[in-house]
């Protein structure tokens, strides 16, 4: 059966009945014999035409393209900046009597007496890996019912709230901002849509909680009780997180990257840089100001420095803003946090971020569907220029094709060395199919270790449950690859690598397709290091192919990675000191990445897991073979 489905699938790249090849002579010989160059060569021609996305020509002017956003064309109306100065006043005398909590009375009283429908939400976070805990939080929200309308649509105007003893930086100033805008705007006749104000705790954990209840959904495997809510709203079109300050606040950075490295559709983000620029406030992406001069090459290397370090937060799949976790539900959301740098601009005044909330608002408000005329798919190298999807396509498939080559240069070569049998006869289908499924099993077995791994190093180690997991992991991964270290035949071991690479372009594409940034991420390391696991002819050359191969273990990326930005963070410091930073930073960090995936669903540590480390175990397998 399995012989049958692998004849079945490579029968279309030959002929094997005859002994020829079904494609052009000439394009097999170059495939063949000069295959090592044309991987190469296709690698280093990607990354330049993926760094080339950061010029000004081959980038695009943002444009809006929904017509009925009507944007700026409506005269501002809020002029409420001493009481959102009160509010914010008030609100600081509450925080100080609740250091470690939210003042959830305070914030439901002032929206009751603003005339909006008041609820509030507990949920519990019931944290089982390790000792069971149990962490409790509540939001409280408000709901300003639209008078032309019958509660079918809604937007989101939320904030987090951080106490005084936050490590965050405290947003009361949102806070304040947010109940001024309902205090100006509640008896406004022209609103078409529900208005939901929303305050939540617990930074990602409470957005996550509420909207899981909003949407009687549970997403999150059973470990966040949201509960339910007494009040509810429309279908909600379009969602406005607020992190702004208490303090002084010199420009606006507009967040964007969500879950899994979804983005808002693109006219909801112009949309937020034009009205700023209308009010004259500075707006940035990525704390980065637009070059004067894109064309230079001064203006192309700080395109290509802010598309990169949208790369890199995209690339990890967690959100920047509590707005990330709305993407999931189809809602268009980004994240206007305030941020102040000494003689950059002129301090923002409420007055002009309320014009702009307003503004915003007055924009969705107009809106008869949902966002859909622009990108969704997109990277961005500054608050104006753009590169869609068609255009970061092709230098990233350039970048992948490699592996494809060499799987198809490996298939080639199996025929074409067995033409004399009219059939691959000598290939063990049977071993082959059981390798790659037994490596798959064993990614399966991983993805259940850590809670396992919790308990054991608790009870015979008295581990904390970070480092319990993170040396579960290494322990499991030092015990596969002595496993997967016997002999294969060769000819096994070419059909094992060919799938291999197969199984690995047809994972980078795929996630491609959602999470551009970690596909391109994960071409730029893996390429190079799977294309050198061919084999070799000596036990030198063996042992130097297994050390490439284990360079691109998701640990030893992991741990290099980390190293790097160890280094350029703290400079000062010794190598030991950096070392144990970036040691400690690998323990934490393996245990965000599991907890992101258990409780909001982020797809990482699952893709990491469950799909490229089963990839990496067949190439360890046949490394030199």
């Keep these: ?90 609100i600081q005398e509450e925080a100080s009597r609740y250091p470690n909590g939210m003042p959830y009375a305070w914030i439901a009283a002032q929206f009751q007496q603003l005339g909006l429908d008041v609820g509030t939400q507990d949920f519990v976070l019931r944290y089982n890996i390790g000792p069971k805990t149990n962490y409790t939080g509540r939001n409280v929200y408000g709901i300003l019912r639209a008078r032309r309308h019958s509660s079918r649509e809604s937007v989101v105007l939320a904030a987090p709230y951080r106490p005084p003893n936050s490590v965050f930086t405290p947003t009361n100033g949102g806070i304040a901002l947010m109940l001024a805008f309902a205090k100006a705007f509640r008896s406004a ?86 009205l700023c620029r209308r009010e004259r406030v500075q707006s940035t992406f990525k704390k980065r100001v637009d070059p004067y001069d894109g064309t230079s090459l001064e203006g192309f290397l700080e395109n290509l420095e802010t598309m990169l370090s949208m790369m890199s937060s995209q690339a990890t799949g967690v959100p920047t803003g509590n707005h990330g976790f709305f993407h999931r539900f189809g809602i268009e959301a980004i994240t206007l946090a305030g941020y102040y740098e000494p003689g950059m601009h002129h301090p923002i005044r409420y007055h002009e971020l309320g014009r702009i909330v307003e503004g915003i608002f007055r924009s969705l408000n107009n809106l008869q569907e949902r966002f859909h005329q622009s990108f969704f798919f997109y990277l961005l190298s500054g608050t104006n220029r753009y590169i869609s999807i068609g255009v970061y396509m092709i230098p990233f498939s350039i970048m992948a094709a490699p592996l494809l080559l060499r799987a198809v240069s490996i298939w080639f070569d199996l025929v074409q060395s067995h033409n004399a049998q009219k059939d691959l006869t000598s290939l063990n289908y049977d071993q082959v199919c059981g390798i790659i499924i037994l490596c798959h099993v064993f990614g399966s077995c991983l993805f259940l270790l850590p809670s396992t791994a919790a308990k054991l190093g608790l009870s015979y180690f008295e581990f904390e449950t970070d480092e319990s997991v993170y040396y579960g992991f290494i322990l499991a991964s030092v015990i596969i690859a002595m496993l997967l270290m016997f002999p294969v035949k060769r000819i096994d071991a070419r059909a094992i690598r060919c799938i291999a690479h197969l199984e690995m372009a047809t994972l980078m594409f795929a996630t491609a397709l959602q999470n551009i940034s970690l596909a391109t991420f994960q071409a730029f390391i893996v390429t190079p290091l799977f294309l050198g696991t061919g084999t070799a002819s000596s036990r030198k050359g063996v042992f130097f192919k297994r050390l490439i191969v284990l360079l691109a273990h998701p640990v030893m990326i992991l741990h290099v990675v980390l190293l790097l930005d160890a280094y350029r963070t703290f400079p000062e410091e010794t190598p030991p000191s950096i070392l144990l930073k970036s040691l400690s930073a690998a323990k934490r960090s393996v245990m965000y990445s599991l907890m992101d995936s258990f409780v909001y669903g982020n797809k990482m540590y699952d893709t990491c897991i469950q799909f490229y480390l089963p990839i990496w175990m067949l190439h360890w397998l046949t490394a030199g073979q």
């Excluded at 509810?232 to 079109?237: E, L, N, T, V």
């Design 1 to 90: 059966m399995a012989a049958t489905l692998v004849l079945k699938i490579m029968g279309v790249l030959s002929n094997r009945t005859s002994g020829k090849f079904s494609l052009l002579d000439p394009l097999v010989k170059i495939v063949i014999t000069w295959n090592r160059n044309v991987c190469y060569f296709c690698y280093i021609f990607g990354i330049l035409g993926f760094v080339s996305l950061a010029y000004e020509s081959v980038s695009s002017g943002v444009y809006i393209s929904e017509n009925a956003l009507l944007p700026g064309l409506v005269h501002g109306q809020f002029n409420s900046e001493s009481v959102a100065r009160e509010f914010l006043t008030s």
């Design 189 to 274: 006749s022209y609103w078409a849509k529900d208005i939901i104000f929303l305050v939540t705790e617990h930074e990602h954990l409470g957005m996550e909680a509420w909207l899981e209840a909003y949407h009687r959904v549970s997403p999150a495997a059973g470990l966040v009780d949201s509960g339910d809510l007494k009040e509810r709203a429309g279908s909600i079109q379009a969602a406005i997180n607020l992190e702004i300050p208490e303090g002084r606040a010199s420009y606006i950075d507009v967040k964007i990257e969500g879950l899994n490295g979804q983005l808002p559709n693109l006219d909801l983000v112009n949309l937020a840089h034009r």
